[in-house]
């Protein structure tokens, strides 16, 4: 315990600096492996310390907290904070929330790290005039962070997180599938495309979210392998939008690429590349296919 303190109190400070509001810089490989392997160490050490009981408790609590962030992104307070400091009163009119509710919720944001009270001034400060600003997790839900997770907390849980209350009802039945029983369809592998399909508006919200993904395996991928000594040509299956894909080409003008993902997504691909990587076109070409099936993959 004595090593991991020590470790963390000198490496830390050091590797947040400059990290914290800056969503375009891409930490190295190593940095990367010593940030995770310095927070296993703190974790590990904070459960010795936690008697089992407390770390289920935990455990079962970490849904009211993703619950919580997701009202947060709902009402729109990130966007709000996106300014500088709100107080309370301002938040619930913003959100034409109730000042009990507001409270609460505002609450369960500080707590979850989200949103950081600002005291100021001398005496005591009624709850509704207190002031909040975003934290970083708060500043990574905010709609113009070009790696916000925004969409992707919110398609999270208002399409999957149903599933998975489902999967107790499919372990003794593998030929039931969570996703088909949340939501009555057939019990088949296309059922999560006819949900999107049904509904438009949580396809954006799809595509945008696990774009929001994209984007951020994107800027550690591209730095730590040698595409432009191994490849010619890269096959970017079930890619999406191809964010991955086009970014690739920016980076490696030798390079020709092809986007294959299942037909809806290639179609929402085309325009997307059309409008914002229009200089590309002549180095992508799209396939319709699905990765199930070898056959349409190029």
């Known amino acids: 315990l004595a090593v991991t303190a020590l470790v963390t109190l000198i490496l830390l400070p050091p590797l947040n600096t400059g990290i914290a509001h800056d969503f375009t810089r891409v930490p190295s490989w190593p940095e990367y492996t010593l940030r995770i392997t310095l927070s296993n160490w703190m974790r590990h050490a904070a459960d010795s310390l936690i008697p089992p009981a407390n770390r289920l408790l935990s455990r079962a609590f970490d849904l009211n907290r993703l619950v919580a962030t997701y009202c947060c992104v709902k009402v729109g307070w990130p966007d709000a904070l996106n300014s500088g400091a709100r107080s309370g009163r301002f938040l619930a009119n913003h959100s034409n929330m109730s000042k009990i509710m507001t409270r609460r919720l505002l609450r369960a944001c500080v707590v979850g790290g989200l949103f950081e009270e600002v005291r100021g001034g001398a005496g005591e400060v009624d709850d509704d005039d207190r002031l909040y600003t975003n934290t970083v997790l708060g500043d990574s839900l905010r709609e113009d962070n070009p790696f916000t997770l925004k969409h992707f907390l919110q398609f999270h849980v208002e399409d999957i997180a149903p599933g998975h209350l489902q999967l107790w009802n ?96 290639i179609d929402q691909a085309e325009p997307y590349w059309a409008e914002s990587h229009s200089g590309l076109l002549d180095r992508v070409s799209f396939a319709r296919g699905d990765f199930f099936d070898a056959a349409t993959i190029p």
């Open 170 to 265: 499919s372990l003794r039945d593998d030929s039931l599938i969570p996703f088909s029983l949340a939501y009555n369809y057939s019990h088949t592998s296309s059922s999560v495309w006819q949900y999107y399909q049904e509904r438009p508006g949580q396809m954006v919200q799809f595509v945008k979210g696990l774009g929001a993904l994209d984007e951020q395996n994107t800027r550690v991928l591209l730095h730590d392998f040698p595409w432009g000594s191994r490849c010619k040509a890269v096959i970017d299956v079930a890619g999406g939008r191809g964010i991955f894909l086009a970014n690739l080409l920016r980076k490696f003008p030798a390079m020709d690429g092809v986007l294959h993902d299942l037909p809806h997504a």
